[in-house]
């Protein structure tokens, strides 16, 4: 069995995808958390200076979403055709654009440009969870050919990043959006990391 | 076999990389490029209101690197083993987090914010390539183990749009990449695109 340690921030974030499919596949791993003021030091020794990094077996790997990949590929969660595995990177994806669209508008600063970015979310939010939304409906209760795919952990990490973020639940009008994530929160191993992680902002 | 219909704009940008790796692979296909007046007409039509998208026998597929990894997959270029494809993948992400910086910089309007988003592209892009550089040198020739992948035709097709848009070759400073570029430029099947493909602004 490999050694598993995540280095990144005492934030959800880009990590808690990760997280979310380490815990899923029974994974036992050092989830090491920095904090913000430790950063600088550790910076120059990560391959792209930037976290999260998973090191496996101390081989360092960045890039979150081709981690989530690589993770899930391993354990059953990428899909089972090349068809299955498009569509999970495609909605995950999805996901990703509007995250950008939220943490762009998060963490501008500018009032002029922090309202454009706002009203960018505004449009893109709504337009993207109805569409994910449908989807879970047409796909039997997951996002993917009604069975539990890496992008069903993706989206749950995300949302309540989303929910953080913007501080009101995205999911709410989104009936099968909501159904979907209380699925994911409800599997024993996601349950049991929920219950003992700590809790943070977003 | 099955049929591909490309639907874009008249310009390289999010398609490029998909027509690199169909021609690449021999795959015929239609490169249905619409006018930036005719777009308005089509956008309902596409699953997110967005493009590139791909259809296979008539079957819409969005999200362009999503599309490329299948395409990839279908056509032996998506690494022969999970770590490989990791790697491959790891690499895009790379890439696209740089074209995300030239992107914003590029379309912004306001002078204040494009002044500082091209602050953001003076910092990442000789950090990035730097480290594309050093990959491609230690990798043999290439982005993952000495053979071509397609992030090596991402790249290639990344890095023209980038030189278009930056108004200069962004290669220049990287020998392993300025190399890697003309391979990849050189190959049969990219080398009579490259001929004969519309001429445009980037």
Redesign the interface.
Known sequence: MPTYKLTYFNITGLAEPIRYILHQSGIKFEDRRLTFEEWPQYKNDM???QVPVLEIDGKP???S???C??LA??NNLAGSS??E??KI??V???IDDLR?AISQYHWEK?P??KEKLKANVDTKLP??LQ?LNDRVKKEGGYFVNGKLSWADLFYTAASEMFSGLLETDVNKDYPELRKLVEKVRSLPNIKAYIETRPKTVF
């Open positions: 391959p792209l200076g790997h960045p890039q979403r081709a981690v990949r690589l590929r391993q090349n068809e595995s498009y990177d495609a995950v994806d999805t950008q500018e002029a440009a337009f993207i569409k």
